[in-house]
């Protein structure tokens, strides 16, 4: 089809028609993308073609790029940060491809886990559902309800499968990977059972993150933060012994934000440093409203530092302090529990009160005197236990007070608070109570409120004799980070963090496949065991853990399954997708470390997390070279996304409206290390920008219509505007393969994208129209910009063909049209290095500049009314000595599309329009003489001096003739 533009030569009314001899653009590829109508097409196409094979069996031998697939979970629909995260991975595996190398993308999925159990226990108690609300999970065949999860999961892959394919995102579709797959779960249990052998796997009691809703141990990842409202208390315990006299029947108050532990303390911190005061209560507050808990002469010890604040929230009107001293002073003191003696406990709360110093107490709230619960505090745990003291069972796995906790049992801990309060009260040790609201963690499934709670698990241990910790350390520091900060954040968790603990009390999930001695506690390490629990499940999957007989079955024939406990926790999840490099790559022949992990930002305490220390513990290196980290999705005002706020936008909308291109433009027009923000006037923006570079190729693709590669000229032979495009050209592919190396994308298309309006349309395009349309067909001129048209063309389809790979293939095929080819099948350009002129470039940086001065008076002449076009002036150009040489006069008419140009070095005349900054260069108006061409629309005396031609120039003239 024709592509007229506005300014293209037309026929004056009553003359002869030049038009069909002017050489207008001509090409199939249409204005309009129409993309949610043809990118399914040539999805269809490459599938078709077989095109990933065709990458794959093109690339053999090529260095290998491993961009490891993080597994997304498959449990509903995509959302869109599910997109951003995709279309940023495959923009850089297809940019690795296209720089030369085997860019091989295995994409897989993470299947267990509590957010499928929980969405089939839902099934299950969904009056409406499939079972009427009639199920009991926990009466279900653990095999049957594992089923259920499997369907579930298997659901949701096939249709985020689809759903990220739509996005145009290139991968081993039909070899993708899964946790839940046989081999997977087989290779999982066998990197647990490394860890068996290598001595760092051990069962032991440590207060975790518990799920009182879910029943289960979670991980830090597993765990988001929500203002939370708390119960409060502070409560005196009474002093027993200690080495100074008077401090015996003082209470040593603690304030806690957790009033449901009391039960379960065993001892009290102090800080050796710290400088305590023994007050003596002399008046309380009697107000109706909140009367003080504290009486008359009590004795309290408090940090001296938070004596103030302790007063005014417990109501104490007036008190005096008896003397300071230093924590050391509470060493060997004992105290006793505050509910000691309380009738409904049975003397359950008799024991000693240990006070213990611990390096953790500040100042910075509370009293400087913290109470001690071994089961639900890590330090708690640790300092307790370094002092002996046993770890008292006082809340079982549902959340509700045991036999453990006298007084409470059956209650829940959520729900203690006010019997707590009332039993301290009895005892005349409640010296104050309330509420706070703070940021408190939760379950980011169920998202109710999480305690701590020491319960039998399995951990990996960080720094036993395998080094984890200080080993990770060392990779980190190795390992490129874009952005770099990503590695002072994984740093800091992993140098602060506790053993790993691994075991979740759940059923969908790959088991913890070890059997422990009955006799003497510890997990069997038998090779052997190990190789029958692998064998049997690479056949039947994880479920053969399961099924009647198994721990005779993995046992074997010399061992007895009654001697032996057969472990039936589940493997975190995070360490399955953490151990994904050890059944997705190697099996594949893909190089370990891969080359790249890419995931947001929250995944340095998640997967990046989990990955490097199970490769660390079974491989000792990292198992990725570099990471990238991208921030998540807010609406366009800054929002976090909900269905409440109705602020949602979905991909599967933006495919549908927009098409695919749009969504993957919107990525990487983005800053991806920051939050990015989306809508639909953002969409909008994206779907103009792609427009602008859909317009340059269908112009470029119009103008190149019958070009042959006979038409090239060498480098050498180029004018100075045709070399200084093709200068652009290498410096953007320097800027692109830059990115390629070291994976910072950010800021590389929208410079392309500027490119095609600022350099080529807005300049270099307005130009050359004059020529490619008006020159004879093998002028020098005409040809030297078809080269370097033919350059743009190849150079922009293979740079926009990692984030428009469908408009990419459109614009490529529409110029080299195949039954099986593919732009996707390319590589970059090779720039040849004499395109890079720097010396040139810096000329013509100053000629763009003057020509500011010459553009800016023919736009004030057009406000005026004096021109309609610029070809109806000749201006003068005034520039100083060093500056008259840049160009002749001729070549300065081309670039400012004048009829003419007058070159002057003499002093720019009153009211020439000069250019801020540049002393000399000035511009001054002028009307370009004779008449118009009909066939170029310049404006010259020549016009009318041809007999055959009267309405023509000369060049029109003769390229007509020629024609004839």
């Not at 999480?450 to 990779?475: G, H, S, Y």
Request: charged fraction near 25%; charge should be negative.
């Amino acid at each position: 089809m024709n592509d007229v533009p506005s300014d293209a030569p037309r026929s004056d009314t009553g003359a002869r028609d030049y038009r069909g001899t002017v050489f207008l653009p001509q090409t199939p590829f249409p204005m309009k993308g129409d993309l949610p109508k043809r990118e399914p097409g040539w999805l269809e196409r490459w599938e078709r073609i077989g095109l990933w094979d065709k990458l794959r069996a093109q690339s053999a031998g090529r260095p290998k790029f491993v961009l490891h697939d993080g597994p997304p979970y498959a449990n509903g629909a995509l959302h869109i940060g599910h997109a951003l995260n995709k279309i940023l991975k495959d923009v850089i595996n297809r940019a690795a491809q296209m720089d030369g190398k085997d860019a091989d993308y295995i994409p897989g999925w993470d299947c267990h886990g509590l957010p499928i159990e929980w969405k089939v226990e839902e099934e299950y108690r969904n009056p409406k559902g499939k079972y009427q609300g009639g199920r009991d999970k926990d009466a279900v065949p653990v095999l049957e309800f594992r089923a259920e999860c499997r369907a579930y999961a298997a659901h949701w892959l096939d249709v985020q499968r689809e759903e990220f394919k739509r996005l145009g995102v290139a991968g081993d579709w039909a070899g993708r990977y899964a946790t839940m797959d046989f081999p997977s779960e087989a290779a999982i249990a066998a990197e647990i059972g490394k860890f068996l052998m290598n001595g760092s796997l051990y069962r032991g009691l440590r207060p975790v993150m518990w799920s009182p809703v879910e029943k289960t141990a979670l991980a830090e990842a597993e765990v988001e933060y929500h203002d939370h409202r708390s119960a409060i208390l502070y409560t005196g315990f009474p002093i027993l012994k200690a080495a100074a006299e008077d401090l015996v029947g003082a209470e040593a108050v603690i304030w806690t934000t957790t009033p449901w532990t009391i039960p379960a303390n065993r001892a009290l911190a102090y800080g050796g440093e710290i400088d305590y005061a023994l007050v003596t209560v002399d008046g309380v507050g009697e107000g109706a409203e909140h009367p003080s808990l504290a009486r008359v002469g009590q004795r309290f010890i408090v940090a001296e530092a938070l004596l103030g604040a302790f007063a005014k929230e417990v109501g104490l009107a007036a008190f005096s302090v008896t003397r300071a001293f230093k924590g050391t002073e509470l060493a060997g003191a004992v105290a006793a529990h505050p509910l000691r003696g309380w009738s409904k406990a049975e003397g359950g709360y008799a024991f000693d009160v240990p006070l213990l110093e611990g390096e953790f107490v500040t100042t910075e709230a509370g009293t400087g005197l913290v109470h001690m619960a071994p089961a639900h505090g890590e330090d708690d745990f640790h300092l307790t236990r370094a002092h002996g003291i046993a770890v008292p069972e006082c809340v079982a796995d549902d959340g509700t007070y045991t036999v453990q906790a006298p007084g409470f049992v059956g209650i829940h801990v959520f729900k203690a608070h006010e019997p707590v309060w009332a039993a301290l009260q009895e005892m005349g040790h409640l010296a104050g109570k309330g509420f706070i609201t703070h940021s408190y963690p939760h379950s980011w499934r169920s998202k109710k409120p999480v305690i701590f709670r020491a319960t039998p698990q399995w951990f990996i241990a960080m720094d036993d004799e395998n080094r984890i910790r200080a080993k990770a350390l060392q990779a980190i520091a190795d390992t490129h980070f874009v952005p770099d900060q990503g590695r002072n954040r994984i740093g800091s968790m992993v140098a602060a963090r506790p053993d790993w603990c691994i075991s979740r009390q759940r059923a969908w999930g790959v088991p913890i496949a070890v059997f422990v001695d009955r006799r003497s506690g510890q997990p069997l390490r038998d090779p052997a065991v190990l190789g029958r629990i692998d064998a049997v499940f690479r056949e039947e999957g994880a479920d053969a853990w399961y099924k009647p007989g198994a721990a005779a079955r993995f046992l074997g024939n010399d061992r007895n399954p009654d001697d032996y406990e057969q472990v039936m926790d589940i493997v975190d999840v995070w360490f399955e997708s953490g151990s994904t490099h050890a059944f997705v790559l190697r099996p594949r022949g893909l190089p370990v470390p891969a080359d790249l992990y890419l995931e947001g930002s929250d995944q340095h305490r998640g997967w990046f997390h989990s990955s490097l220390l199970e490769s660390i513990g079974t491989n000792g290196y990292a198992p990725f070279k570099a990471i990238l980290t991208h921030g998540f999705v807010l609406d366009e005002t800054g929002r976090k996304m909900s269905k409440s706020l109705g602020n949602v936008t979905a991909p599967q909308e933006v495919t549908k409206q927009y098409g695919a291109d749009i969504l993957r433009l919107w990525v990487m027009n983005s800053d991806t290390a920051d939050d990015l923000r989306i809508g639909k006037t953002i969409l909008g923006q994206q779907a103009e920008l792609y427009r602008r570079i859909r317009n340059t190729l269908r112009w470029l693709l119009g103008s190149l219509a019958g070009f042959e590669a006979s038409e090239t000229l060498p480098h050498a032979e180029l004018p100075e505007l045709e070399r200084w495009v093709l200068h652009r050209l290498a410096e953007l592919d320097a800027r692109l393969r830059k990115a390629v190396a070291d994976y910072d994308w950010n800021g590389v298309y929208p410079e392309i994208h500027a490119f095609c309006a600022t350099d080529l349309s807005a300049f270099y395009f307005d130009i050359r129209k004059d020529s490619l349309y008006c020159d004879a067909k093998d002028s020098p001129r005409r040809r030297a910009a078809r080269t370097v048209l033919d350059a743009l063309h190849r150079c922009l389809t293979t740079w926009l063909a990692p984030v428009l790979p469908f408009t990419a293939e459109e614009a490529w095929q529409a110029r080299f049209p195949s039954e099986d080819g593919s732009v996707h099948l390319q590589t970059f350009p090779e720039i040849p290095a004499e395109w890079r002129d720097e010396a040139l470039a810096a000329r013509w940086e100053a000629v763009r500049s003057i020509r500011r001065a010459v553009t800016g008076v023919l736009e004030k002449a057009r406000g005026a009314g004096e021109i309609g076009s610029s070809l109806q002036a000749a201006p003068v150009l005034h520039l100083p000595p060093e500056s008259l040489g840049l160009l002749p006069a001729e070549i300065w008419a081309e670039l400012c599309i004048t009829s003419g140009l007058t070159l002057s070095g003499a002093t720019p005349p009153e009211g020439a329009a000069a250019l801020e900054g540049q002393p000399g260069v000035a511009a001054v108006f002028a009307h370009a003489p004779g008449e118009k061409c009909a066939r170029c629309w310049r404006v010259l005396p020549e016009v009318g001096r041809s007999a055959v031609h009267p309405t023509l120039c000369r060049r029109c003239e003769a390229v007509v003739e020629a024609a004839a």
